[in-house]
């Protein structure tokens, strides 16, 4: 047995060694597909524009714009001088948020009068849309908070007023910034996309050139067929996810606080799993075409979707939320950023873990029974 499926696995390997395509496309595709993503997928807020429309013009509105643009999550690009400028900055996507001060603002605080303000936001993007106006409620709110305590501070004689204070700390990434939630999470959607397309294309060219036939007529078993074509294929995707963690690592240097090798033993059970699952769509396609874009519709796709990588699964409906446990990417990810962000192990993962490896048997299961042997 293990003679056989070294055989298929020297075979393999000196096709792969003679095509230069799939060598380009398992190490220059993953690492192009890192860095696009990992520099264009942002859900940050830094420098959004915003106007403004003081009607006041004093020194406490002054102080309060300063505010704004010493935060950091605002860049001011506008001074508004009529209403009618306020909805065509918005129509044309020239201000993210737009602030309107009245124009008794600073004699409402002085009487001690509560001052209302008004924040108009560009929905067009509503993630985005609500980080900005908590952004923006949130430095209001320091600033009344201080005018309050200077209040206090300057009127003796008026009975203290009593002060809630929060002081809200971050934990596992406290800069809140979105790469080191993506990247982590393109390390599964990277090894769900190219090892199922390679091994797809590999097994159904196969069938096209009619080569197939002599596994058919051979000796050799299904399942020896299925693991000695799975296991090159496994080793590239390994050295893959070896490649694209060192260079997101190094790239968008993201932290990774838990156990390397407990990573790459999920790495290792995930790899078998994507590439199973790229030999069970060869198994039931017969030409290239088909299998590429069957495994497209398969893996890449919902990995997307469906994995927790853009949205959290807690936001989707109920039914999409069982639907999610089809896809192993959503464990493959979990397991990613609980090791890299939260630093938690086994006692934590291993649902996930012991999810990866059924789902992997179920896999190689299924591809060698599809994958019958015939007679000549």
Same mark, same amino acid.
């Given at each position: 047995?293990?003679?056989?499926?070294?055989?298929?696995?020297?075979?393999?390997?000196?096709?792969?060694?003679?095509?230069?395509?799939?060598?380009?496309?398992? *190490?220059?595709?993953?690492?192009?597909?890192?860095?696009?993503?990992?520099?264009? =997928?942002?859900?940050? *807020?830094?420098?959004?524009?915003?106007?403004?429309?003081?009607?006041?013009?004093?020194?406490?509105?002054?102080?309060?714009?300063?505010?704004?643009?010493?935060?950091?999550?605002?860049?001011?690009?506008?001074?508004?001088?009529?209403?009618?400028?306020?909805?065509?900055?918005?129509?044309?996507?020239?201000?993210?948020?737009?602030?309107?001060?009245?124009?008794?603002?600073?004699?409402?605080?002085?009487?001690?009068?509560?001052?209302?303000?008004?924040?108009?936001?560009?929905?067009?993007?509503?993630?985005?849309?609500?980080?900005?106006?908590?952004?923006?409620?949130?430095?209001?709110?320091?600033?009344?908070?201080?005018?309050?305590?200077?209040?206090?501070?300057?009127?003796?004689?008026?009975?203290?007023?009593?002060?809630?204070?929060?002081?809200?700390?971050? /934990?596992?990434?406290?800069?809140?910034?979105? *790469?080191?939630?993506?990247?982590?999470?393109?390390?599964?959607?990277?090894?769900?996309?190219?090892?199922?397309?390679?091994?797809?294309?590999?097994?159904?060219?196969?069938?096209?050139?009619?080569?197939?036939?002599?596994?058919?007529?051979?000796?050799?078993?299904?399942?020896?067929?299925?693991?000695?074509?799975?296991?090159?294929?496994?080793?590239?995707?390994?050295?893959?996810?070896?490649?694209?963690?060192?260079?997101? =690592?190094? /790239?968008?240097?993201?932290?990774?606080?838990?156990?390397?090798?407990?990573?790459?033993?999920?790495?290792?059970?995930?790899?078998?799993?994507?590439?199973?699952?790229?030999? =069970?769509?060869?198994?039931?396609?017969?030409?290239?075409?088909?299998?590429?874009?069957?495994?497209?519709?398969?893996?890449?796709?919902?990995?997307?979707?469906?994995?927790?990588?853009?949205?959290?699964?807690?936001?989707?409906?109920?039914?999409?939320?069982?639907?999610?446990?089809?896809?192993?990417?959503?464990?493959?990810?979990?397991?990613?950023?609980?090791?890299?962000?939260?630093?938690?192990?086994?006692?934590?993962? /291993?649902?996930?873990?012991?999810?990866?490896? =059924?789902?992997?048997?179920? *896999?190689?299961?299924?591809?060698?029974?599809?994958?019958?042997?015939?007679?000549?």
């Amino acid at each position: 047995m293990k003679s056989l499926i070294f055989a298929v696995m020297l075979k393999e390997m000196r096709e792969i060694r003679r095509d230069p395509i799939t060598i380009a496309v398992a *190490v220059v595709l993953p690492l192009l597909m890192l860095y696009l993503f990992g520099s264009a =997928l942002s859900l940050d *807020v830094k420098d959004a524009s915003f106007a403004v429309y003081d009607q006041d013009g004093g020194p406490a509105s002054r102080a309060l714009i300063d505010r704004f643009s010493q935060s950091g999550y605002f860049k001011r690009t506008h001074d508004i001088r009529t209403e009618d400028e306020i909805a065509e900055l918005l129509d044309r996507g020239r201000a993210r948020l737009v602030l309107i001060i009245p124009p008794d603002f600073a004699q409402q605080l002085a009487r001690g009068e509560t001052a209302e303000l008004q924040a108009l936001a560009d929905g067009s993007y509503s993630t985005t849309a609500m980080v900005i106006l908590g952004y923006a409620e949130a430095i209001v709110q320091g600033y009344a908070l201080e005018r309050t305590r200077e209040r206090l501070a300057t009127q003796g004689g008026v009975a203290p007023l009593a002060l809630v204070r929060i002081e809200s700390r971050v /934990w596992f990434n406290a800069p809140l910034e979105s *790469v080191n939630y993506i990247v982590p999470g393109l390390f599964g959607v990277i090894l769900m996309a190219f090892p199922p397309l390679l091994t797809a294309l590999a097994v159904v060219r196969e069938k096209e050139a009619g080569s197939v036939q002599q596994i058919f007529v051979s000796p050799i078993q299904p399942y020896e067929f299925i693991a000695g074509k799975m296991i090159p294929y496994a080793v590239i995707a390994f050295f893959e996810m070896i490649m694209i963690l060192v260079a997101g =690592l190094w /790239w968008f240097h993201i932290p990774f606080r838990g156990s390397f090798p407990l990573f790459l033993a999920a790495t290792v059970i995930y790899v078998f799993c994507t590439v199973g699952i790229g030999l =069970l769509v060869s198994s039931i396609t017969r030409s290239q075409l088909v299998a590429m874009l069957l495994s497209l519709l398969a893996t890449l796709m919902p990995s997307f979707l469906f994995s927790g990588f853009l949205f959290p699964i807690y936001t989707m409906p109920t039914m999409l939320q069982l639907y999610t446990y089809l896809f192993p990417a959503r464990y493959f990810i979990e397991i990613s950023r609980g090791i890299a962000m939260k630093d938690v192990g086994l006692e934590v993962l /291993w649902p996930q873990f012991l999810a990866l490896l =059924l789902y992997t048997a179920l *896999v190689f299961v299924a591809t060698t029974r599809l994958f019958r042997k015939k007679v000549a």
